[in-house]
């Protein structure tokens, strides 16, 4: 592992530089620093939590397995987690998962799309207008394709406003 030049080794080499070129010259030596590595996070939206936080009649088994649907979210917002997982690690029922899970889509937090790998399932991906996990760039492609869909069913993107503001 190379280990970094002190700053009087750094002046050395560039008072050295200047001495081979005889010019008068500004020689500037920087050492790379190493950034730090930051945990995962989700970037969550104002207008999409507000609708979230207010409810309008969401169980707070529906809230439970949202927030368990978005720390357990992979990158582009990848939901890869079945309802029977979801049940045992929230311990509850699996009909009132689904019953959470319906809601969900109805307000159109989360959305239903075809499996890539096996297209008689069902898999989830969380609305980027609610949070995202990914790229910026990702992001704007993401949202860009999901209104092209065909499916309506898959283009419920935006939020209707929250009441009572």
Known sequence: MEKGITKKQAENISEAIQREFNEDMLISVTQKRK????????????????RIVTGEGMTLTTHRVF?????????????GIDIKTLAEDLNVSIPSVNRAMKQ??????????????????????????????????????????????????????????????
């Open 35 to 50: 950034i730090p590595t930051i945990p995962d996070f989700v970037q969550l939206f104002q207008e999409a939590m507000k």
């Open 67 to 79: 927030l368990f649907l978005l720390g357990s979210m992979e990158f582009q917002n990848y939901l």
């Open 104 to 165: 969900l889509k109805d307000l159109n937090i989360i959305i239903s799309i075809k499996d890539t790998l096996d297209k008689r399932r069902n898999a989830y991906i969380l609305n980027p207008k609610a949070a995202w996990k990914g790229r910026a760039t990702n992001y704007i492609a993401t949202v860009k394709k999901m209104k092209n869909l065909k499916d309506p069913g898959q283009q419920k993107l935006n939020f209707p406003p929250v009441t009572g503001q």
